[in-house]
């Protein structure tokens, strides 16, 4: 079985802070982990992905994540924070094992960047 | 939201109704999905299909039905068997080469409201 946790409903970070979106997973083998945006009424726009290799991955729009193995972490960050990165962060994570490459999503982050 | 389209936008049924979503991409991906989204709820899967004439029921298949007559398009109907509908409706799609690794692209989804 493969979940995720997204602990915090809402993070609110002022304009050019660093913005940190929690999220913690639990698979049976290896994780492959993603992370989505969601602007109102829009459908969820890719940011990043986490195969293999480097910890720290890179992805759309200025923003990183690192993949933690031993606390089970996968957190989206941001050194400087826009007030157009306010929106809903989905993060997602797949078994190798997985039926169908199925998805499993977190409940979902909203983020709001307050100028 | 790229080259995979859903239609109508917003789209109203009465009880007792059967509708179908429309999801249509031009990736020339195999596999398609579709979720769910519900406040507070995350993402949760209806149904996926890996290849032409061929799907499979996702976490909460009950009350809808889909087709996959062509690689393109994907359809679904949420018929009157599905007790609470309304919702916002997401269509996507893979490659479906990388396995695993896949990406999944959404489209812009259809809202749902039974009046």
């Known amino acids: 079985a493969q979940s995720v946790a997204q602990p915090e409903d809402q993070v609110n970070v002022a304009e050019g802070n660093p913005l940190t979106v929690k999220c913690t997973y639990s698979v049976s083998g290896n994780p492959y982990l993603f992370w989505y945006v969601q602007y109102p009424n829009r459908g969820l726009q890719f940011l990043l992905k986490y195969i293999t290799g480097d910890n720290l991955v890179k992805g759309s729009y200025g923003f990183e994540a690192e993949f933690n193995k031993s606390q089970t972490s996968f957190h989206l960050k941001k050194p400087s924070a826009l007030v157009s990165d306010s929106a809903l962060y989905f993060c997602?994570?797949?078994?190798?094992?997985?039926?169908?490459?199925?998805?499993?999503f977190g409940g979902g982050t909203r983020v709001l960047v307050k100028p | 939201d790229g080259g995979i389209t859903q239609s109508p936008k917003y789209l109203f049924r009465k009880e007792g109704q059967n509708v179908t979503l429309s999801c249509e991409q031009n990736l020339n991906h195999d596999a398609m999905y579709w979720y769910r989204q519900d406040p507070g709820q995350g993402l949760r899967l209806i149904y996926y299909?890996?290849?032409?004439?061929?799907?499979q029921k996702g976490d909460i298949a009950e009350g809808y039905s889909v087709s996959r007559e062509k690689k393109e398009s994907f359809p679904l109907t949420v018929t009157s068997a599905q007790k609470n509908p309304t919702a916002f409706y997401l269509c996507?799609?893979?490659?479906?080469?990388?396995?695993?690794?896949?990406?999944?692209?959404f489209g812009p989804g259809t809202r749902l409201t039974v009046l």
């Open positions: 997602a994570v797949r078994d190798r094992r997985a039926a169908g490459n199925k998805l499993t």
């Open positions: 996507a799609s893979s490659p479906g080469l990388a396995g695993y690794r896949d990406t999944q692209y």
């Open positions: 299909s890996q290849i032409v004439n061929d799907f």
